[in-house]
């Protein structure tokens, strides 16, 4: 017996349960890594049960082992390259031969593998009937039936996993790989042999057969790797004469007669395994397909849908950050007062405890966000939404599927970049990735909800029954107008860098399924894990720059010591409350002063003249620096430039009032828009360079967005003053 | 051969080759052939979709996409693809 836990490896396609699996057996014991040099997630937990202890990888959901999709790439290079002791397919038993397929090349693979027929409740209900035990002799690999989300089955699959993980030569040996059929079999035994020469090719060397026949050039570098270029040459050249040999046979690529022999393969087990009779659930779905995908229905059915998530969401939510924000002035002010002057509690409560926890109060907000798309996504109707949108997102050059990277992005653009990784093409996920940060992130939130307080006064109206608020309808225009310039720039970059078709999109639909709480958490855990990891990492590090660019250079001493010398006259001269406002008054002179002298001061009035046109004077501009690290800043750092008089008081009526004397409401406006538009922060930068694989069209999204604030801004500055519209300040 | 009007069926026209997304609303059809590149016959031939296939449309944007089920499946197809598959009524 192994003295190193074993390895196991789960793969399914997507939508057959296997995130439900994956829980089950690991239940909170799981951690998020990421692989080397790819960009895709992997899970990996413990699993104990009542046996020996287990390790439990996750792999990305796929339907093929074909390199068709990065998932697909990372999935096959893990079971190749890290040969995990078992893998255990998940598959949805109400969908068997589809999800058979991956099952046949894995054995084809020769992995040591169990098969976990998962949502058996699922098929019962829709008529099917499977001989498990008919299937696996047929198969040759263990089966074991699982209802995840009832947890039925899970120790079974961990028994089996282990007794293949202890002989896994005898579970490879017992599998009955797919049978090309006399016209192709012996070529595949003939390139077999040939291949199985090679020592560090034998392993795999009928699965390296098969794909060399279809002609797939990530296995043809591997080999040129693995047996030496020389080799891999003869090899690929004996794979090509018999490649052209099928396909003058068939009249038909290699690879399509291939995967058309798989289905036979898979299409004859399941003649003799699986009985359909009636469907119940099937109907179910239907009806309800019947309804959210109506032609003229659909489309209303997803904005009430889409309406319902955010309502929950701020409703819910907005009292929760409010109190957060509370709590957090509070701390920042005590450590101010426990800690008294000096720069070691500045950093902590101006920079870290203001800063990071500026970010850390929406936690509610993307929190609950997260569980409505979750509760869209595990229920099925995501599918549904994305076929509903499709004729509207064909017409500016994506996917129905694009939209599900943008409706996370309203959350946070960091994980919704992240899951453009459902799209298959690299210029749809390109284009995808380019226009997200013009979905207003919840960061951004703060900033609007801040604005449109100081600068529109709360007004109501009632078109009959119904109350309209004049600020609501703000908050929802500069949403729209964010989703408006998303369209425009996807429909131009289809145009111009992203040239090309869109592809030609094949999506399966799920059936209905009722969310399960405990999924639902888990979800809901990981990607608001993902914000909270952004601000203690990246916004962390920014803050901390951020503040030592405000504190530093220094006022020169003489210029310091005046402010001192006028304190001590101001005490000789006055007394009282006249004393306190002459104090009051020369410390804003102070603090203002070094500001100014600072770095950020000095950067805000360096490109201060470039955003002249747009309204913003150079306070502005310094919060605006602020914003790229990440957009909510521009509150803390419009806080530190007005509220440096009193240090305690950052609370946002205060800056309101402020904001408010010094700005009309046409600049108010300006800065929504640009907040609403340019720069994407540096967490989104740096996960755009990492899934775009480079720096080039990260630049491009940063540089592209900043010229489109500017001209919009400029646009709607110049014209607005020039019809002298919202151009008196309120205060 | 003798004639024998009631053994001979009428001289029926072979059901004319539409792209699918002619096709209507419930109706069977069975695929003759894809309009396109290798990449795209092999994800659809791994999705089972194959000249020969037999599936329902279950509903139908225009231009697309449109929803079919096969083999118990529901299956979305967008609109670039739907114009691409020839089929025949069944």
Known sequence: ?731 | MPYNPIDSPQPQAAPAAIPLSDADIGQEVVLSRVDGGRGLLHRLAEMGIRPGARFRVLSKGRPGPFIITMRHTRLVLGQGLVHRMIVRIA
């Open chain 1, 1 to 731: 017996m192994k003295s190193t836990p074993l390895t196991v490896a789960l793969l399914g396609n997507p939508n057959s349960g296997k995130t439900t699996v994956f829980n089950a057996v690991t239940g909170s014991r799981q951690r998020v890594a990421n692989y080397p040099g790819v960009t895709v997630e992997a899970k990996h937990g413990r699993a104990g049960g009542d046996g020996e202890e287990l390790i439990i990888v996750d792999l990305p959901g796929t339907y093929s082992l074909t390199a068709h999709s990065i998932e697909e790439l990372v999935a096959r290079n893990y079971i190749i390259e890290q040969s995990p002791d078992v893998v255990v397919d998940v598959l949805d038993s109400s969908n068997l031969e589809r999800n058979l397929y991956l099952a046949t090349q894995l054995i084809e693979l020769g992995a040591p593998l169990v098969l976990a027929l998962n949502m058996s409740d699922l098929a019962r209900a829709r008529g099917f009937e499977i001989d498990a035990p008919l299937l696996s002799e047929l198969l040759g690999v263990p089966i074991v039936q699982t209802t995840a989300s009832r947890k039925r089955g899970i120790d079974e699959v961990l028994a089996t996993a282990r007794q293949v993980g202890h002989d896994p030569a005898a579970a490879v040996a017992a599998q009955r790989k797919p049978d090309y059929g006399h016209e192709i079999e012996p070529h595949v035994r003939e390139l077999t042999d040939r291949l199985a020469a090679h020592p560090q090719l034998a392993p795999h060397a009928r699965w390296f057969a098969v794909k060399l026949l279809e002609r797939d050039e990530v296995s043809a570098e591997r080999i040129g790797k693995l047996a030496g270029p020389q080799a891999a040459q003869d090899l690929l050249a004996d794979a090509e004469r018999l490649a052209e040999h099928i396909e003058s046979v068939f009249g038909d690529a290699a690879e399509i007669v291939l995967a058309d022999r798989r289905y036979g393969y898979i299409a004859g087990a399941c003649a003799e395994a699986v009985q359909h009779t009636a469907e119940t659930r099937r109907q179910r779905s239907d009806r309800i397909d019947a309804i959210v995908t109506h032609p003229h229905l659909g489309l209303p059915i997803f904005a009430v849908l889409m309406y319902l998530v955010f309502q929950l969401t701020f409703a819910l939510g907005n009292p929760l950050v409010n109190w957060l924000d509370g709590g957090k002035t509070a701390l920042a002010g005590w450590v101010r007062h426990v800690g008294g002057e000096g720069l070691l509690v500045s950093l902590l409560a101006d920079g870290v405890i203001e800063g990071v926890g500026a970010v850390l109060v929406f936690v509610p907000l993307i929190a609950l966000l997260y569980v409505g798309i979750s509760i869209l996504e595990d229920s099925g109707y995501m599918a549904r939404a994305a076929f509903v949108l499709d004729k509207l997102m064909h017409r500016i050059g994506l996917h129905g599927k694009s939209f599900v990277p943008m409706l996370i992005g309203f959350g946070c653009t960091v994980p919704a970049v992240m899951a453009t990784r459902i799209l298959e093409t690299r210029r749809d996920r390109l284009t995808t990735m380019l226009i997200l940060p013009l979905m207003s992130c919840g960061a951004r939130l703060p900033v609007y909800v801040l604005l449109i307080g100081a600068f529109f006064p709360h007004r109501r109206w009632s078109i009959g029954s119904i109350e309209v608020s004049n600020q609501a309808i703000l908050l929802f225009a500069i949403y729209v107008i964010g989703i408006a310039l998303a369209v425009l720039a996807a429909w131009v970059l289809r145009k111009t860098v992203l040239r090309g078709e869109v592809t030609p999109f094949v999506m399966e639909l799920p059936p209905y399924r009722l969310p399960n709480a405990r999924g639902l958490l888990v979800h809901v855990w990981e990607r608001s894990g993902e914000y909270v990891k952004k601000a203690g990492t990246i916004i962390l590090a920014i803050v901390i720059v951020l503040w030592a660019m405000k504190t530093w250079p220094q006022l020169p001493a003489a210029q310091a010591e005046s402010y001192e010398v006028r304190r001590v006259a101001a005490a000789g001269e006055l007394t009282g409350e006249a004393l306190d406002r002459r104090l009051a008054q020369i410390n804003v002179e102070q603090h203002r002063a070094e500001l100014q002298h600072s770095a950020v001061g000095r950067i805000g009035r360096g490109i201060a003249p470039v955003l002249q046109p747009c309204g913003f004077d150079w306070r502005i501009s310094t919060a605006l620096l602020g914003s790229f690290a990440a957009k909510e800043i521009f509150i803390s750092q419009m806080g530190v430039i007005y509220a440096v008089d009193d240090e305690t008081d950052q609370q946002s009526e205060t800056l309101r009032q402020k904001l408010a004397a010094d700005y009309p409401p046409l600049v108010g406006f300006c800065m929504m828009l640009f907040i609403l538009i340019a720069t994407p922060c540096v967490a989104t930068v740096a996960v755009t360079v990492r899934e775009s694989g480079g720096w080039k069209w990260a630049l491009l999204q940063w540089s592209y967005l900043t010229v489109l604030a500017w001209l919009v801004t400029v646009a709607v500055f110049q014209v607005g003053s020039l019809l002298n519209i919202g151009t008196q300040p309120l205060g």
